[in-house]
């Protein structure tokens, strides 16, 4: 490991000998360092919220060297070292190494029996407290760790949470997996025997200095870009390790850090960048929590019209629609952050339209809150207030991050009164008055730029525009000006796609893909771009060439004149074409059933509530991860869950054929819209819905949705009610249950209708040992006799012995088929409860 040992004298109970000998630590006490530091400018917020990322970093590699005479030291003395060794690279970004070491050393205010860990100035009290703040499910006195330090697991933050008088199991993460090391698509779920040791840190740390070795070839030019780089190669490293080993391991190092850095920045800058140990140590309402909120999302996203307007295909202006609410609720963060001087580490959680920011309360943040919101009501209105964006904040104390599910319950309710008063910049009704225009032809909106029939907004055309480059891009950019076009304009800000290398000059870059690898530009990961099919996945799925798979294109009457390469997006047509079977489009939504339950009351125990910022911050960025990363993931790469989901190479090789064929209209917060070949969305359902059972481990965490055959041609607004209502009697049946062909099936039931009828019946029908004609007799007495719900028991019964006739039929052409089929006459079993399920599932997919 780079940094080097044998520089540091100890004392008994392993700190630094401050002020004695040669090594790097020997000036940071003593009249040598106050002299310099009095006549130092103060630090400025970023260089605070970098302290406060760095300040447990020691940690990783005091467990790395555990039982070794140097991990004897405190992690304290190892975040310092890890800041001496790469000195050059803060100095290149204007942070003065020396005050960063001290600082990040000087963080425990209880650490009586150790001085030299203790904070004296008021940049080490800012970050010290912040570290408290953070700190909350830390309870004094709780020894739950087990043994050896470098052998505490880290616990699923899934586990702690209470439904339904039921607890996850108890089970934790492995930093280091198959896959590789840290943080990665198909590394969060929780495993049975984790793999977690002093070697498993050293290589951890290893990869946080192959990172450091990235990031000083591509060195920041600002504190900005070096704080977002750090978070970056700490998020993949550190995610999957605990932040605290004695007490309750169930929060990550990357997720305490990344918060002591938001609290630290929004403490510092709430005094003004500078201010006494007293003012900082006395309490009062210095915090802002901040909720923003898209409303009427679905409507906005659904509200297209067909693709005859001359705008595109709508599979292309779907796409860019759904990004386009993602880009608004992100710019909207972004906007209020960079108005105030803070960063994306202050957006403390963040998904499907809502975000949740960490604010000095100043004077300064009320009046950029006020007037930002005035500005996006003002742009809301301009494109037609569909969107609808909603403000709301509240005051509170550091105490109070003890108590923060009641911040989140005080806050909702000031949301909710906001969302009663939407559109507030209309001072009078004639504010909203506007001359009469032909509305755009597309979102029926939004004025036509020309007053012709078929004419578009601006924003419509766009969207052709938008669409059509998504397969190729790589991410988003932010920018203060305008963007490379097409780019959206929000106020304040301006957000436009990029491929290959982001822009320099961006403000802010936001990586699609889960790349964590530094290259100097202020970033994050955050996947938003979703997954878009194009021509080849199509070939790949189909095993044409181009040209062959153009002429069948062609024939099957399928062209809309949409391009000719490979890049193309795939229409909704030839989506439905692609199917194995009916030719048709299948849609599946889902949602994560009691979310709202586990954010409000999950964490609470006998009146004592677990609900620690740092637990709610964590359990929103995990399923975060899971409906933003995993779900893509399993589309685009579904080799990655072959052995985490059992699957034998034929299976693997099918699903690497045509899951990539699916469409993700939207994926994120805690829920789902999917459209593709009808065949591989209702398989993929099944997988997803095992990788979540499998992520989550937690019998009351379950998914509910729908599924639903359309038409190539069917009009989204169409295809999302009909969606929606199916998703609704999931729920009402007892959620964790898909509705499909007319009927809720729990999941497990379905997997097992999936394996042992719909296969068989498939193969049945092919063979001819059963004709479609029985089969349709079958969902004939079916629903005469169990789909209407004013029948008595003993009318229902009266289908045994006309089912018995029936199925003489299949006795004189296969009697094995015959003896299969008579278990249809125990009306106690699934088979015969959701008939109608597995035989058309089996019809449909038979049908050419």
């Known amino acids: ?460 055309e766009r969207e052709r525009e938008i669409g059509g480059r998504l397969p190729q891009a790589h991410g988003v950019a932010f920018f203060r000006g305008d963007a490379p076009r097409p780019f959206y304009r929000f106020p304040a800000l301006a957000v436009g796609l990029w491929s290959g290398s982001p822009p320099r000059h961006a403000l802010h870059v936001q990586r699609g893909r889960p790349d964590f690898g530094p290259d100097g530009l202020p970033f994050e990961v955050k996947p938003l771009l979703g997954h878009l099919p194009t021509v080849a996945h199509a070939l790949r799925a189909t095993g044409k060439s181009l040209e062959e798979y153009q002429t069948w294109v062609a024939e099957e009457g399928l062209w809309e004149e949409e391009g000719t390469g490979e890049d193309r997006p795939l229409t909704f047509s030839e989506l439905a074409a692609l199917s194995q079977g009916a030719p048709y489009l299948g849609g599946l939504l889902l949602d994560a059933d009691r979310m709202g339950e586990a954010f409000a009351t999950g964490f609470q125990r006998n009146g004592h509530s677990l609900a620690t910022p740092s637990r709610i911050a964590s359990l929103s960025r995990s399923l975060e991860w899971f409906f933003a990363v995993e779900v893509l993931e399993l589309i685009r790469n579904p080799a990655t869950y072959k052995a985490r989901l059992g699957w034998n190479d034929v299976e693997a090789r099918e699903k690497a054929a045509h899951y990539p064929l699916i469409y993700s209209v939207y994926s994120g917060g805690d829920d789902l819209f999917l459209l593709g070949p009808w065949d591989a969305v209702l398989e993929f359902a099944l997988d997803l819905e095992r990788l979540y059972r499998l992520y989550v481990r937690h019998e009351a965490l379950t998914l509910s949705g729908s599924f639903q055959l359309f038409g190539g041609k069917t009009p989204v607004p169409s295809m999302a009610r009909l969606l929606q209502e199916g998703e609704a009697e999931a729920k009402k049946k007892g959620r964790g249950r898909l509705f499909l062909f007319g009927q809720a099936v729990p999941w497990e039931t379905l997997r097992g209708l999936r394996r042992d009828w719909v296969e068989g019946l498939r193969r049945d029908l092919e063979a001819e040992r059963v004709s479609k004609a029985q089969v349709y007799r079958w969902l004939g007495l079916w629903q005469r006799h169990w789909g209407r719900e004013d029948l008595g028991e003993a009318e229902r019964m009266r289908y045994k012995p006309l089912l018995a006739y029936a199925l003489r039929r299949v006795r004189e052409k296969d009697e094995g088929a015959w003896k299969r089929y008579l278990d249809l006459l125990d009306h106690t079993q699934p088979p015969w409860q959701f008939l109608p399920v597995w035989v058309q599932w089996a019809l449909y997919r038979e049908r050419r």
């Open 1 to 460: 490991m780079p940094i080097r040992g044998g520089e540091m004298g100890h004392t008994r109970e392993g700190g630094p000998l401050e002020g004695r000998g040669s090594g790097p630590w020997s000036y940071l006490t003593g009249p040598v360092w106050l002299a310099r530091t009095l006549k130092q400018t103060m630090p400025d917020g970023i260089h605070l919220a970098l302290a406060g990322l760095l300040h447990d970093i020691g940690k990783l590699f005091q467990r790395a060297r555990w039982g070794e005479r140097e991990g004897s030291a405190r992690h304290p003395a190892w975040s310092a070292r890890f800041v001496e060794e790469h000195r050059g690279l803060f100095q290149a970004a204007g942070v003065d190494p020396v005050w960063l070491q001290r600082t990040v050393q000087r963080h425990h205010e209880g650490w009586r029996e150790a001085p030299e860990f203790q904070p004296q100035t008021p940049e080490e009290w800012c970050v010290a407290l912040a570290d408290t703040y953070a700190s909350q499910e830390r309870e004094e006195g709780a020894q739950t760790g087990s043994g050896s330090v470098p052998d505490t697991l880290l616990l699923s933050v899934f586990h702690q949470l209470r439904l339904q008088e039921r607890e996850g199991e108890r089970l934790a993460l492995s930093p280091v997996h198959r896959l590789g090391e840290g943080l990665r698509p198909g590394a969060p779920y929780p495993e049975e025997r984790p793999n977690v040791s002093k070697d498993v840190y050293g290589r951890l740390a290893e990869r946080v200095e192959t990172r450091i070795r990235e990031l000083k070839a591509h060195p920041p030019d600002s504190p900005q870009a070096l704080l977002l780089s750090l978070a970056a190669i700490l998020q993949e490293s550190l995610t999957l390790v605990p932040a605290d080993t004695q007490s309750e391991p169930d929060v990550s190092l990357y997720d305490h850090l990344r918060l002591t850095a938001a609290i630290t920045h929004a403490l510092w800058l709430y005094h003004g960048g500078r201010a006494s140990v007293e003012e900082l140590r006395r309490d009062g309402e210095k915090f802002l929590l901040v909720v923003g909120d898209l409303g009427g999302i679905q409507g906005h996203i659904y509200r297209v019209a067909g693709a005859e307007t001359g705008v595109g295909g709508i599979a292309k202006r779907l796409r860019a629609r759904s990004l386009e609410v993602s880009l608004a609720a992100e710019a909207m963060a972004l906007g209020i952050l960079q108005g105030l001087g803070l960063t994306p580490l202050n957006r403390i959680m963040g998904a499907g339209g809502k975000f949740y920011l960490l604010l000095p309360n100043t004077p300064g943040a009320l009046g950029l809150l006020e007037g930002l919101r005035r500005e996006w009501e003002a742009w809301a209105w301009g494109m037609g207030a569909s969107l609808l964006p909603h403000l709301a904040w509240l005051p509170f104390s550091g105490r109070e991050f003890a108590s923060f599910h009641v911040l989140l319950q005080r806050l909702h309710q000031k949301l909710a009164e906001a969302k009663l008063r939407p559109l507030g910049f209309l001072g009078a009704t004639r504010d909203s008055l506007r001359p009469a225009l032909r509305p755009c032809a597309a979102c029926g909106l939004r004025p036509a730029q020309e007053d012709e029939p078929g004419a578009l907004c601006p924003g419509c």
